[in-house]
T-cell receptor, first 115, second 111 residues
Framework: DGGITQSPKYLFRKEGQNVTLSCEQN?????MYWYRQDPGQGLRLIYY???????QKGDIAEGYSVSREKKESFPLTVTSAQKNPTAFYLC??????????????FGPGTRLTVL | GQSLEQPSEVTAVEGAIVQINCTYQ??????LSWYQQHDGGAPTFLSY????GLEETGRFSSFLSRSDSYGYLLLQELQMKDSASYFC????????????FGSGTQLTVLP
């Protein structure tokens, strides 16, 4: 079945540690996105990528980094510079990033807790 | 800047009809989307309105008035499984980043 997978589902890290969240899709989508969701809040865009080897900062990119070496994969690293990293992280993809009718398809999310 | 407003909570009983409103202020506007998210789960796409009027998909309908910067999601014949958060999202332009989400409305369906 086609879809988006994120791993792990739950992640715990100590303060000062970097951690990488995985996102893989087999939908053959060009565009991929990372969002952060805090309790009772909407989704805020961290980074997005419209094509391999290219990515752009979203609204809250500070303390995060990404790479897009393969079309299928868009890992997110939460660095120690991120002041408040505890949140629910959602990865999404869409066929392209340029059409106004594009629907975004979401993965199941990773819940990161900093101890 | 851009902002979207939707009620934080709505409660209704099984079998009822509920309307979740969304008003927006954006620099550009191409369309309004609705997503459903069950607790702890992934948001799933429900509908997209680019033009004024009502779009119907089964028990769910979505409405847009561009002149009023307003839209709503209408859920009919409510079921317990409809208990979830519902987000409106505005498409402000053609580039990938220009999808802005509201804070969500928590719908609770009571027996």
């Amino acid at each position: 079945d086609g879809g988006i997978t994120q791993s792990p589902k739950y992640l715990f890290r100590k303060e000062g540690q970097n951690v990488t969240l995985s996102c893989e899709q087999n939908l053959n989508h060009d565009a991929m996105y990372w969002y952060r969701q805090d309790p009772g809040q909407g989704l805020r865009l961290i980074y997005y990528s419209q094509i391999v080897n290219d990515f752009q900062k979203g609204d809250i990119a500070e303390g995060y980094s990404v790479s897009r070496e393969k079309k299928e994969s868009f890992p997110l690293t939460v660095t120690s510079a991120q002041k408040n990293p505890t949140a629910f992280y959602l990865c999404a993809s869409s066929i392209s990033g340029s059409k106004t009718t594009d629907t975004q398809y979401f993965g199941p999310g990773t819940r990161l807790t900093v101890l | 800047g851009q902002s979207l407003e939707q009620p934080s909570e709505v409660t209704a009983v099984e079998g009822a009809i509920v309307q979740i409103n969304c008003t927006y202020q954006t620099s550009g506007f191409y369309g309004l989307s609705w997503y459903q998210q069950h607790d702890g789960g992934a948001p799933t796409f429900l509908s997209y309105n680019a033009l004024d009027g009502l779009e119907e998909t089964g028990r769910f309908s979505s409405f847009l008035s561009r002149s009023d910067s307003y839209g709503y999601l209408l859920l009919q014949e409510l079921q317990m499984k409809d208990s979830a958060s519902y987000f409106c999202a505005v498409r402000e332009g053609g580039s990938a980043r220009q999808l802005t989400f509201g804070s969500g409305t928590q719908l609770t369906v009571l027996p």
